[in-house]
């Protein structure tokens, strides 16, 4: 077997490479269903620690309910937290970021075929009370947005909406409509993608400095 020599630095980093991974279904959807079953398998290949709960209720999704149970079985949130929500999932993991007790910013936060208002009596609920955008574009150190041209539920400019209030990169697809089948590459390396980008931890560091001259 080779020898494998890692310095104390390359340890650390490698250590925090590894995630929590926080998936949210939606709508009359559950862990077993669609394309969670192989993301769960792929992240747990990699040696992520997913958490997948399966919502109470989800022919008739309750926000309330929905979100205290996630704070329950999530626990607490912090820097090398990931975490992901799938059409009304989205919406749950954007009020998810509100309610958790976060010990430092979550990582990213991705949001795939997420609606941006649902007028229906079923879901309005989770749409009645504002989100302050301002505040929890703060709520993860990114994120990333990812929508199917061809969505056939839910209108690509929703998408657009969220990326422009939360800064975040919006991801465009073609040929997923509302990201219902079995396996999508793209939702893992958008997270790996999360992972591996550098997080600038100092206050200031890598913004320019205009007084740098300045006597």
Known sequence: MNDVIIDSEHIFLYCMSIMKIVLIHGF?????TQFFPWLI???KKQGHEVVC???????DP???EWTKYLVEAV???DDETIVVGHSLGGAMALRFLEAAEAFSTPKACILISTPWMIRSEQFRAFFLSELDFDVLMWKA????????KEDEIIPFDHAEKYAEVLHGKLIETD????????QYPILLETIENCIKE???FDPGQGIENDYEEVE
């Open 28 to 32: 009359k959807a559950s862990s077993q």
């Open 41 to 43: 398998d792929e992240l």
């Open 53 to 59: 709960p399966d919502l109470p209720n989800p022919e």
């Open 62 to 64: 309750d926000p309330q």
């Open 75 to 77: 626990g607490p949130i």
């Open 141 to 148: 150190s990114r994120f990333a947005i990812i929508h199917s």
């Open 175 to 182: 040929g997923c409509g509302h990201f219902r089948g079995e």
């Open 198 to 200: 550098e997080i600038v």
